[in-house]
């Protein structure tokens, strides 16, 4: 069947039942909107990769493991300690009870770690306060014994050996048991801290939980507590509510202006407000009819599918623009309506099929990409190009059929139209035409010769909105993280385990890390530690205890040799030190380079071996001989003595190890998965910027697998997400751009059966994309993961215009090129005008990576739009004086 015979009966059918297509679209349009309302947005850069991709993977055993890994943060201030702490507890009753809610955090009650407090002591610090226990004991012995009074005076002044506990404690860091609450400033900020069940990427659960939390809270009426008591919910939670908010309303303000805009100007271009309803019914039909097939088959977008509304937007009012404009015309001449629709679609409808099929199959290209931001894009973008074509070809002229019925078209009577070929090819050189040639060519030379100066942002975290806190947003923002501790209050990297002896020998290796000294570290490795890792600050060293003066009867005094057992264990705790001799020896299978970074980059572990203490069972028999000595002389101590040791003496007590199971709920419930299991993770904080590409990457191949003899752990956090993403996009990137041009030129050969006709359409294309190239040099511009979608959308645009172009002088023929490029030249300056215009509400979000896609897309097309109306028609130009100068 031919082109014309096509063309016939689809402007027959049109024809003949215009209402019912009509009809049907509608209802195609208000069942899509009702599946666009349902279509969300995921925001996490994971959606960006594969399922199989490797961080994927692992992200998702975290979260069936381990489920949502965020905090939110109820900050209570107030004057008043004791008025705050009896909100929060409020506070936190309220939330216990929330089935939205794993767990919450307020009073961690340290009465378990007081009682075993000597177990958390270093060996050696046991065994010295053995030693002056057994110095203190004997120094009494020697001053009963003494025959001289001025002697016994003299051993009391001497052999006081600081055994209360605050000496103790002080001497040997005993204060390191967790605060009881989360606070600072002496208790005039407080935080309730809580786990909820799911993500704070998930917006709409984000804004439910802070809605209702803000309402439970009032409802407990904070002023009756105290005055000038205050109350914000903060962290993640409310910070990703508030973006999207502040993003929501950005692109609804923008949309609106640029919708007013796009109506005056269509309006205006066409000089009546009937073909305001004409082009944008039935590019809204297809575009909420995409974004509903969308829903169906993805259910969210991912962040760079998600501008896929105003892609389809754009490119799609072009295919409404031409058919109504050519449409316009022919009735204008005065053709009847059939008439009128066969031509168009027989003739600008073959143009703009051309165009929108080529991109459409350029889109669908990006299939074939791992990257996920171009593969979901590409699918629903070709898809919605397709219902965009079918709208504007099919729904647009049975709508103005059905408009004509209800008020009839004003047909003019036909002007006198110069017969196509009539008019006369001037052999005179065309210098202008030439000259536009060589400048639009060597601009474009000068671009792609500055092309290779682009940079690429691989700091991802530059590409969200902007960070508009104020000073005292910041203090404030401040205020809450010391109190849970800065480093917790970021997403770790988490180390998945296979049980409760695996995560102690992944929690004994990373906290080895932290606690080798640099020398340690080079010695391990052959390697120079980084000169700016910081470092734990070191104890100052003890002054040496000054030499007692003895006598000589003392010196001929025999010391009593300490038992063997004893002597061992001061033997182990002087070679192992810090850190075990044999995980030391494990550390020594890793590659030095690959050891050095995790020392540089750790900062910070935390799992349940963190709150239990190594050497128990050494420790016991230093503390159960340390207590059957106090015993077995407490008559030889003073009453002051005896005060003394009775502040701390209720340490020696305990009497067992301690294990994961023996540790306060507070504790286990921060370690406990979604599946009831205890421990079964290790969570260790990195330093430096997650968002960077390059610090990502050194992240992830630092921390990618902890290997231990129980086996190899598996590491992942979002930031490893990162290298992936960009990794993906740099090798889809130039696959997806032949592909691209690929298409571009197949098309064109298809349509015009010309080489010289594929060759201007590429270089049209081509030259506005170095034109582009150059734009971005001179402005400082980078390529990221948003604009980058832009390029094959500015193919797609630029091949369109010049298709148009080429297409109609084809078919008015030689000598009306000015004739051409009045009717289809305009036809394309209002199509880059409107699609401008939709791409400019990205222009003014504070999304910084949705900004520079409306910044690419919107000088990208009126590029191509320059290119289009220089280099076509004055390649045109020069291909008639060629063929009028040869006789053809």
Known sequence: MSDSSRATGLAALVVRRPLAIVLVALLLGVLGYFGTRRLGIDQELRALLPDDAPSVVRLDAVSERLGNQSDLYVTVRGPDRAANLALGAAIAETLEQRDDIRYVLFRRDPQFFRDNLLLYADLQDLLDLRQRVIDAIQARVRRELSMFPEDREAAGESDDLDLDEKALRERYGLDREPSEYFERDEGRLVVVRARPTRANTDISFARGLSRNLRAAIDGLEPNKFHPDIEVTIDGSYAEHTAQASSLERDIISGTAVAFGLLLLVVALYFRGLRAVPLV??????????????????????????????????????????????????????????????????????????????????????????????????????????????????????????????????????????????????????????????????????????????????????????????????????????????????????????????HTEAVNRQLQAILDLEPEEIAEITGLEPYSDTPRKPKPEPEPAPKPKAVDDEEEDEDVEPDDPKFVRLAELARQRGKVDPAVREQLKQYPPERLREMDDLLSSVLSIYTFVPELQQEKLQVIGDIKQRIDNKRGSFSDAELDKLRSWERYLQVERPVGPDDLPAWVKVQFTDMHGELGRFVACWQRGPKSEYAHAKRIHDAFDTIDTPLGPAPAVGSHFVVPEVVDAIRGDGPLVMCAVFGVLIATALVMFRSIAGAALVFATVGVALCWLAGVFVWMGWTLNLFNLVALPLLVGMGQDDSLHIIHRHREEGAGRLAHTMRETGGAVVLTTVTTVIGFSSMLFVDHIGLRSLGWTAVVGMTFCLLASLTLVPACLHLGEWWRARRGE
């Open 280 to 501: 944008l019914v039935p590019l809204l039909t297809a575009v909420v009819t995409t974004l509903a097939i969308g829903w169906a088959a993805y259910g969210e977008l991912n962040l760079v599918s998600a501008f896929i509304f105003a892609v389809t937007l754009g490119l799609g009012i072009d295919f409404g623009t031409h058919i109504l404009s050519r449409y316009r015309d022919e009735r204008r001449r005065g053709l009847d309506q059939l008439a009128a629709i066969t031509t168009t679609i027989a003739t600008t409808g073959a143009s703009t099929a051309g165009g929108a099929l080529s991109t459409a199959f350029a889109f669908l290209f990006l299939v074939l990409a791992e990257f996920r931001g171009f593969s979901q894009f590409g699918v629903i973008g070709s898809l919605g190009i397709m219902i965009a074509l079918v709208a504007a070809l099919v729904v647009l002229p049975a709508l103005a059929l059905v408009l004509e019925r209800i008020r009839p078209w004003r047909v003019p009577p036909p002007p006198a139209r110069e017969a196509p070929g009539a008019a006369i090819v001037s052999r005179k050189f065309p210098y202008l035409a030439l000259g536009t040639v060589l400048v639009c060519l060597l601009v474009g030379l000068c671009g792609a010769a500055a092309a290779p100066n682009i940079g690429f942002e691989y700091n991802l975290g530059k590409l969200g909105p902007p960070d508009r806190t104020s000073p005292e947003e910041q203090k404030r923002a401040n205020e809450y993280r010391d109190a849970v501790g800065r480093t917790q209050s970021t997403d770790p990297t988490i180390v998945l385990t296979d049980g409760l002896a």
